[in-house]
Structure formats: C-alpha cells, structure tokens
C-alpha cells in the first residue's frame, strides 16, 4: 500500500533545484523500508500550464492514503520521509502537520502549524507565525481529493487550503520542523 504521495511540481529552468530535492528524498526512502509505500510524483512543464492547474493534476495522480506538495526548490528535514511515512501509516486522521522554517526575502521566522489556527497570521520575522495546515501538510488523499486549486500562478495553495480547513476533523501534529521555506521575490518564478 502507497501511505504516502509527494507531489511536486516543476518548470525546466528549476532543474538543477529539482535534483537536489529528489536526491533528498530518494536518500531517505532508500535508507527505510518504504520503497513501495512513498510514492514522488513529479509534472514538469514549460509554463503552458498555471501552477494550480499542476498541482490539481499532481493531485488526481495520487495513489498514496495522503498527498503533499512541496516546491522544486524547497528544502526538507533529514527525517521527513521516515516521520510523515510513520504518521501516514499509524494515524487515521484528516491531515498530518508539522511547522516550517521560513526565509522570506532573507527574513526567517518559524511558521507554527496546527488545525486550531482559523486564519494564517501574516509572515513576522524572528517570531513564531500561526498559520492553519497548508499545501506542504499531508492531506487524506480520499477526503480532500475534490477540493480544488485554483487555476493561476500565485494564491493557489491558499484557494486549496481555505476550502479544506472548514472541512478538518482531526489531525496529528508531528512536533518538528520537517519543511524549509525560502522565498525570494528576485527570483521567484510565480508571477512569469
């Protein structure tokens, strides 16, 4: 059985980031005994296609009992693989979360994760920001399949999220920083 899809979107300009992020999970799903229980689904295109509209098809691809998506050029804790698999296989719950390290235009501040936050808190560096489960989380592929991203380059994560969140019943934290952000408004590619 597949517990886990991580789905990854990517564009040709951002493969050399997309070798570094597969290495990575790669690394880690061969140091376990999960090979036929993580799946990584990558939809790379030439930006025929919206950014929404390739996570919505990441999405419909999945095959694991939870799904995430992480950026090509994002970083992931040493043990993301062995801890999302773990909580994928043991728990039954809506969505699996943890917090994120951020750097946003080389400010960094922890983003603290957890379904009692009914709206996400603006970016603050140096502090903990409250946010709501987002993309990166791991969602239950069988409840939250239908929800949709919206079809445009930016905002779309937060269009998938906003539906979802009214729709969470339970959830587990795991209590760590499993995801690393970095968000530089001179190179992003989500407005070109």
Same mark, same amino acid.
């Given at each position: 059985? /597949?517990?886990?899809?991580?789905?990854?979107?990517?564009?040709? #300009?951002?493969?050399?980031?997309?070798?570094?992020?597969?290495?990575?999970? #790669?690394?880690?799903?061969?140091?376990?005994?999960?090979?036929?229980?993580?799946?990584?689904?990558?939809?790379?295109?030439?930006?025929?296609?919206?950014?929404?509209?390739?996570?919505?098809?990441?999405?419909?691809?999945?095959?694991?009992?939870? @799904?995430?998506?992480?950026?090509?050029?994002?970083?992931?804790?040493?043990?993301?693989?062995? #801890?999302?698999?773990?909580?994928?296989?043991?728990?039954?719950?809506?969505?699996?979360?943890?917090?994120?390290?951020?750097?946003?235009?080389?400010?960094?501040?922890?983003?603290?994760?957890?379904?009692?936050?009914?709206?996400?808190?603006?970016?603050?560096?140096?502090?903990?920001?409250?946010?709501?489960?987002?993309?990166?989380?791991?969602?239950?592929?069988?409840?939250?399949?239908? @929800?949709?991203?919206?079809?445009?380059?930016?905002?779309?994560? @937060?269009?998938?999220?906003?539906?979802?969140?009214?729709?969470?019943?339970?959830?587990?934290? /795991?209590?760590?920083?499993?995801?690393?952000?970095?968000?530089?408004?001179?190179?992003?590619?989500?407005?070109?």
């Amino acid at each position: 059985m /597949i517990y886990l899809s991580v789905l990854i979107p990517s564009i040709p #300009e951002r493969q050399n980031q997309l070798n570094l992020l597969l290495k990575r999970l #790669e690394g880690q799903i061969n140091k376990l005994p999960v090979k036929d229980e993580v799946e990584i689904i990558v939809l790379m295109d030439n930006k025929q296609i919206t950014i929404g509209e390739k996570r919505e098809r990441l999405k419909n691809m999945a095959q694991g009992k939870y @799904f995430c998506l992480l950026d090509d050029d994002d970083n992931i804790d040493e043990a993301y693989i062995e #801890e999302l698999h773990n909580a994928c296989k043991n728990e039954d719950v809506d969505v699996i979360y943890f917090d994120t390290w951020a750097s946003v235009d080389g400010q960094v501040g922890t983003i603290k994760v957890s379904i009692e936050h009914p709206t996400n808190e603006q970016f603050v560096a140096g502090q903990d920001t409250l946010r709501k489960p987002s993309h990166v989380n791991a969602w239950k592929t069988e409840k939250f399949r239908g @929800f949709k991203f919206g079809d445009r380059n930016y905002g779309e994560d @937060f269009d998938f999220c906003n539906q979802c969140y009214p729709h969470i019943t339970s959830g587990y934290k /795991i209590d760590k920083v499993l995801h690393y952000y970095t968000y530089d408004v001179n190179i992003t590619q989500a407005f070109d």
